[in-house]
Each structure stands twice: as C-alpha cells, then as structure tokens.
C-alpha cells in the first residue's frame, strides 16, 4: 500500500541521509574507491533479491545513487524502506 507524504516524512527521520521528491525515496552513497562501492553494490543486490524488491540505482566511479520506490502501488511503501534499512546496515558494515 502506497504511504501518504505525511507518513514518508515521518518515517525519513530515521534515514537522516535519504531525501523523498519524485515519488521515490533516494539516497546518494560515496565510497574510497570504485572497489569499496562495487562491493557494497553486490552485498546489496543479494539483499533485493532475498526481499525480492529492487532499486533504480546508477554507479560513477565511487559514488552509488538509488531510488526507491514500489511500482506496483506507484509510490512508496514500507517494502522501500525495509529495502533501505537493509542498504543502511549493509553500508554501515563497509
């Protein structure tokens, strides 16, 4: 079930680092290097699949951009931000 912006916000306070604008939640994540960034890359695509939910994401060199958000329900849901927390403890762990 898509959540209203009132309860997005809300919910972004605990995600001090993502911002909501375009029906998405994003989060632009920089690592030392493009090996750190590719690795954190591939722990968190295990992730989306164990949760089967997958972002819009884009890599240059060492900085990770996603957005999150569930097709489905056309906007966003809590899946986007279990999806985070699992991204927020896999970058926490680098």
Known sequence: MKLDDTIIEKKLLHFPEWDY???AIHVEL???NFKD???AM???AFECEAQNHHPNWSNV????KISLSTHDAGGVTQKDFDLAEAI???VEEE
């Open 21 to 23: 604008y375009d029906n």
């Open 30 to 32: 920089e690592f030392e």
């Open 37 to 39: 960034c590719f690795s």
């Open 42 to 44: 591939s722990r968190i």
């Open 61 to 64: 060199f060492n900085v990770l």
């Open 88 to 90: 927020e403890s896999i």
